[in-house]
């Protein structure tokens, strides 16, 4: 019962009043970079699946649609812009409809809703470019999964934002394990989205300009969830995104997966959150009042930076560039078509300074994302926030070499692979593991101690002429001259002019 409740919540709220947006009055300013846009179709033979509009039995391996925005080079000055059309040309093929007529697609798909509004969409240029070459550069990559059965363009106008501010953005539907419909916000269905990300996850490394150090997670609504769980289940991800996402209205989903770890979910977190459900809708739909004020995740959250914003003008649809446009008004809760917009850019517009601030390490952007809203110029009535701190500091430096020191200094290359999974920002840099070793080398009784504080730094810094020469320096306080020579001459390997080097070898080898 309490999904069918979320469900209805979040994706099939009653909706009466007619809608009149537009991109240009929604008013995303771009970024300095042209952006490109890609979609094809990938295979992922590990998994089965069925078109449900074939009514058999067939399986085929699954399909991934991929659409793919990105910082782009235009070479041709004839080169056009997409329109919300060509869009729509993806969504049909993702909803398995990809031969239907234009002329039937607003009637097709209910969601979008034949109304002259909305044809008038249609011909709405775009921001991005098709098929153009990726912009020379390495550029951080968001991964976006989609809302609860939706398709991978849902929400392209923060895309292309995205993109025009120097982020590659990655994104495939939403689709069911077996078909294109889920049977429900499960924890199987979350788990099957999970794997769609880690495709993706996977997909990303085809592109030479990606920086693979730089990934966000993000979704809308159901993708919550499995991106929570994607998130505990990697550690190579900095960031995590939720658009309204239902990890906050149906937590025990979430733990009743296998991979559910709270303490896993450690990197910047932000959840941006719909306004105030009325009480007349509470009531009419049945919906708990908790939902209001409950967050059992962000309450639960000890390793993680978190931030938690309230959008005071978004009911749950207008999360989306497909809802802000296309959806019908509640007219119950929803505001005005303007303030909708204007709180769906200032919505994409929160989303690129928390990602420039933990992607990109913008001070300025830093600086927003801990102001509260009215120091950065937004007043109460717009939105409202709370923050979390971690209540553990950033592991560093210090406390491996506590760790190492408990331990001896043994065993200390195990220790380090154990440690960088754990924490994978963690830096030993070379200057700092050679001057712990020499410090060690001076005192005889910890001249071991030494020999495993270099050998971890040439285990990190294998072509370093400086810790050889160092660790050669090490054997030779403690007269193991044959290790010294031979440590000495792979430094000189390195750096053919290391004098002491020169040196040291001619005294031992007289």
Not at 99 to 122: I, Q, R, V
Not at 239 to 258: M, Q
Request: aromatic residues 14%; charged residues 25%.
């Amino acid at each position: 019962m309490r999904t069918i409740i979320l469900v209805t919540l979040v994706l099939f709220q009653v909706c009466f009043v007619k809608g009149q947006t537009s991109l240009k009055e929604i008013n995303l300013k771009n970024g300095a970079y042209n952006v490109g846009f890609k979609h094809y179709t990938m295979i992922d033979s590990t998994r089965l699946y069925r078109i449900e509009q074939d009514f058999n039995n067939q399986y085929i391996n699954r399909p991934i649609p991929i659409s793919i925005w990105y910082p782009a080079e235009i070479k041709n000055s004839t080169t056009k812009h997409l329109t919300v059309l060509d869009y729509l040309e993806i969504l049909k093929e993702e909803e398995e409809w990809e031969n239907l007529p234009t002329e039937f697609l607003l009637d097709w798909f209910p969601y979008l809703w034949n109304t002259p509004k909305n044809n008038a969409h249609l011909s709405e240029k775009v921001s991005a470019f098709s098929d153009t070459d990726f912009l020379d550069g390495k550029f951080p990559v968001i991964v976006y999964a989609a809302s609860y059965q939706n398709s991978s363009i849902e929400n392209f106008a923060l895309f292309e934002y995205l993109a025009s501010n120097g982020f590659v953005v990655i994104s495939s539907p939403s689709r069911g394990t077996d078909s294109r419909w889920l049977e429900g916000a499960t924890t199987k269905e979350m788990e099957t989205q999970s794997r769609d990300v880690e495709f993706l996850l996977k997909e990303i490394h085809k592109y030479k300009s990606i920086d693979f150090n730089r990934i966000a997670l993000m979704g809308f609504s159901f993708s919550g969830q499995s991106n929570a769980i994607t998130v505990m289940k990697n550690n190579n991800i900095s960031a995590l995104v939720s658009l309204d996402g239902a990890e906050r209205y149906d937590y025990p989903v979430l733990e009743k997966s296998p991979y559910f770890d709270l303490d896993r979910l450690n990197i910047p977190y932000i959840h941006f959150a719909q306004k105030e459900i009325p009480e007349e809708v509470l009531v009419s739909d049945k919906i708990p009042a908790e939902l209001n004020y409950k967050y059992q995740l962000y309450d639960s959250l000890k390793y993680s930076n978190a931030y938690s914003y309230k959008f005071n003008d978004l009911s749950h649809s207008y999360f989306s560039t497909f809802g802000v446009l296309f959806a019908n008004r509640d007219k119950r809760q929803d505001k005005s078509d303007a303030e909708i917009m204007a709180s769906y850019k200032l919505l994409s517009q929160h989303t690129l300074q928390f990602l420039n601030a933990t992607l990109k390490n913008e001070e300025n952007a830093k600086a927003f994302i801990e102001n509260s809203p009215d120091k950065n110029g937004f007043p109460e009535n717009l939105l409202t926030k709370k923050m979390k701190k971690s209540l553990e500091s950033e592991f560093d430096y210090k406390d491996f070499f506590d760790i190492a020191l408990n331990q001896n200094y043994q065993n200390l290359i195990p220790l380090y692979q154990k440690t960088i999974k754990e924490h994978p920002k963690l830096q030993l840099k070379e200057w700092m593991l050679n001057k712990k070793g020499q410090r060690l080398s001076l005192n005889l009784s910890k001249m071991e101690q030494s020999v495993n504080v270099f050998l971890l730094g040439l285990h990190i810094y294998p072509k370093s002429a400086n810790l050889y020469d160092s660790l050669a320096l090490a054997y030779f306080y403690n007269q193991d001259f044959e290790n010294a020579i031979i440590n000495y001459k792979k430094s000189l390997e390195l750096d053919s002019e290391n004098q002491n080097a020169i040196d040291t070898l001619k005294k031992l080898e007289e």
